[in-house]
């Protein structure tokens, strides 16, 4: 079947930068939120999955979503990143699918950013990144 906008396809180096500064703001402000507003929530996510101390694994996290975010908005370690928040994103998803009272997101929230992850995992950082294949 033929494509009904093709010449769209020249800016296809786009669509990984659309992906990753959006998914890096969302990062970025979920770090944030994890520091902050939403620490007791966390606080008690951690002790409930027996990360302890809590306190230790709410910064780290945190810390680890604002550095990562702010990579993915760069374009540096871009595949890296992406690996860390699949992952995160996973856990996240596993978490809300066994006790949904836990998690403050819905499901479908953490399965878009898992794969918003594994897209650009797999295609790279796209256009205006750091990042240089190989």
């Known amino acids: ?3 009904i906008f093709p010449d769209l396809l020249t800016y296809e180096l786009l669509s990984p930068l659309i992906l990753r500064v959006v998914l890096g703001i969302l990062f970025i402000s979920l770090g944030y939120l994890e520091l902050t507003k939403e620490k007791e929530r966390w ?3 951690f002790e ?3 990360f302890r101390p809590a306190k230790v694994w709410v910064k780290v996290f945190g810390v ?3 550095l990562g975010g702010a990579l993915l908005i760069l374009g540096l370690f871009t595949q890296a990143a992406a690996l860390l928040f699949a ?3 996973l856990a996240e998803t596993y978490i809300e699918w066994r006790a949904p009272i836990v998690l403050k997101r819905n499901i479908v929230f953490y399965v878009l950013v ?3 992850s594994l897209s650009l995992l797999l295609t790279g950082s796209g256009a205006f990144s ?3 294949p190989l």
């Open 1 to 3: 079947m033929l494509n």
């Open 43 to 45: 606080l008690r996510v």
């Open 48 to 50: 409930i999955i027996r």
């Open 64 to 66: 680890v979503e604002l």
């Open 87 to 89: 992952v995160i994103g």
């Open 114 to 116: 898992t794969a918003i």
């Open 130 to 132: 750091f990042d240089l």
